[in-house]
């Protein structure tokens, strides 16, 4: 998962940077990447990106017979990635999908079916209806809502230049409401984190460090960011992500640390 997570990302990044090029010219804050200063091609920029997707298919091939094909909505939402930001105001949401894929990939390198719960090679789930087991639902939709609450933030650094280029996004829609509908959404997200412990009978240690955790650092950040002052803007967005991932990372790392030796006996 740390190898295929490496290259796909590299892949991802340096596509939306060959697609986003045009329009990182015309904003001033990213003027100065690569492709746009000239310091690399477009041509070597899809060389090095198709490179290390290959690289992330050559991982997809270490994890569980049939697993490949949980990773093909991932791809397709980040090759769209680049241009949901030129059709539609919710790109954050469109990216939040995408990073939290991972979490249904990781299911998968465990040897679970996360649309049916249930291990790989169980004839009698494989006749079943798809549905996504509850949990890692709440995981997955949890960690989207932690992608449109830190990315949002991250684009109120261009606002203004965005609305002169035309990108979309939900800063740009809500502008001054920006604040009540992050914390909407961190609530939201926290219920998500509580309703997954439930759902697994997760220890007092879980809910707080993945659920207070990320209500605190996420809240700190919606509290005391200046959503007008770009530097503000940039220091938020890379501290507050690390605290709240952090957080979930940490909860779920102490609830198999006290599982380990029950399962492991």
């Not at 477009?42 to 990773?71: E, N, W």
């Not at 992500?241 to 790392?253: P, Q, V």
Request: glycine share 10%; net charge positive; hydrophobic share 50%.
């Amino acid at each position: 998962m740390f190898g295929g997570s490496f290259f796909f990302s590299n892949a991802a990044h340096g596509w939306n940077d060959i697609v986003d090029a045009p329009i990182d010219q015309a904003i001033a804050r990213t003027s100065k990447r690569p492709i746009p200063r000239g310091a690399i091609t477009p041509r070597a920029a899809l060389v090095f990106t198709l490179s290390q997707g290959i690289g992330a298919g050559l991982f997809l091939l270490l994890l569980p017979s049939g697993s490949t094909i949980y990773a093909v909505p991932n791809i397709i939402g980040t090759i769209y990635y680049p241009w949901a930001k030129r059709h539609t105001n919710f790109a954050q949401l469109v990216l939040g999908w995408c990073l939290a894929w991972g979490i249904i990939m990781g299911s998968v390198a465990m040897g679970l079916k996360p649309f049916t719960g249930g291990p790989f090679g169980d004839r009698l789930l494989l006749q079943e209806k798809l549905w996504v087991q509850p949990s890692i639902a709440c995981i997955f939709f949890a960690s989207i809502l932690w992608t449109i609450i830190y990315d949002t933030i991250y684009a109120h650094q261009d606002l203004k230049d965005d609305l002169k280029v035309g990108v979309k996004s939900i800063a740009v829609l809500f502008r001054e409401q920006t604040k009540v509908l992050l914390w909407l959404v961190l609530g939201c997200m926290i219920a998500l984190l509580t309703m997954a412990g439930l759902l697994e009978n997760m220890g007092w240690q879980y809910y707080v460090i993945a659920a207070g955790g990320s209500a605190v650092s996420l809240g700190a950040m919606i509290a005391n960011v200046e959503l007008k002052d770009s530097a503000s803007c940039w220091w938020w967005f890379r501290y507050g992500f690390w605290l709240a991932g952090s957080s979930i990372a940490g909860g779920l790392l102490s609830e198999y640390l006290l599982m380990a030796p029950r399962l492991y006996a």
